[in-house]
């Protein structure tokens, strides 16, 4: 088990139920659960969608790797995205709204705390 309530720092956890390449999933809610039970000063969230396949990454991101085909290359790679495009391309928008959010927070507490920068 990874000890993860010595980690100082914030956290930022998201999967898909949906990842036929790895559990991350159970992981994440094996991770959240413990975090739950035990104290701990990391600030995280548990993000687990139903759809999202292995590619949980904001939609932006992906935008910018792939520019022309993204539907196609994951439809064509993930049984999921063609089953579930709709709810799979919301996950990664969903991920990119929470993850840029944190990130202008987590910078702007830096900022904060270090003033001199």
Not at 22 to 46: F, G, N, S, V
Request: aromatic share 12%; glycine share 4%.
């Amino acid at each position: 088990m990874i000890k993860i309530e010595n980690i100082k720092g914030k956290l930022f956890l998201v999967d898909a139920e949906d990842d036929s390449f790895w559990e991350t999933a159970k992981y994440i809610h094996r991770m959240d659960q413990r975090l739950k039970e035990r104290p701990h000063t990391c600030e995280y969230e548990a993000l687990v969608y139903e759809h999202g396949t292995h590619f949980v990454l904001p939609e932006s991101l992906l935008r910018k790797a792939l520019p022309v085909g993204l539907k196609f290359v994951l439809r064509f790679v993930f049984k999921a995205a063609k089953d579930y495009p709709g709810e799979c391309e919301a996950t990664r928008k969903d991920i990119d709204r929470k993850l840029s959010a944190a990130l202008k927070e987590w910078r702007e507490d830096f900022v904060n705390d270090h003033p001199s920068l």
